[in-house]
């Protein structure tokens, strides 16, 4: 399924206290350009270019959700998650990709994931994800 970010005015506005939004991927255009279109939505957002930067950011026990890409070097999306896991940390996590396989998805579910979507996001598919994960965590 595809999706992303939107302008829908409408929603509940979300706020700080909601947590922060922690985008992780490896790709800069995509980090800025995620972080520029939720601030404008009035989000408070973070990013990281990497699983280890994400698991070493001082805002990590403060995220209200997380947008991990899937295929990143070294690590990927599914990996962090075990990391945090690991952690006993389980906040609410996106899961981005180029490529959802049915294997994948299924694998995604198992670990937790509350929405997978796939690249290129279009729509407003990722900020109301972000919205839904956000107004359950209250």
Avoid: W
């Avoid at 270019?49 to 950011?57: D, N, P, R, V």
């Avoid at 670990?111 to 690249?119: F, Q, S």
């Amino acid at each position: 399924r595809k999706g992303a970010i939107g302008n829908d005015r409408a929603a509940s506005p979300m706020t700080a206290a909601s947590g922060i939004v922690i985008v992780v991927d490896d790709d800069l255009a995509v980090r800025e350009s995620l972080k520029f279109a939720l601030e404008i939505e009035g989000l408070e957002v973070a990013v990281c270019g990497s699983g280890a930067e994400l698991l070493a950011h001082p805002e990590l026990p403060n995220a209200g959700c997380l947008v991990l890409d899937y295929k990143m070097p070294a690590m990927n999306g599914l990996e962090v998650m075990e990391h945090l896991a690991c952690r006993k940390m389980r906040p609410p996590v996106i899961l981005i990709t180029s490529h959802a396989t049915t294997a994948l998805c299924q694998r995604a579910a198992a670990a937790g994931v509350r929405y997978i979507l796939e690249k290129p996001l279009l729509g407003n598919s990722l900020l109301n994800g972000i919205r839904d994960v956000l107004t359950r965590a209250d």
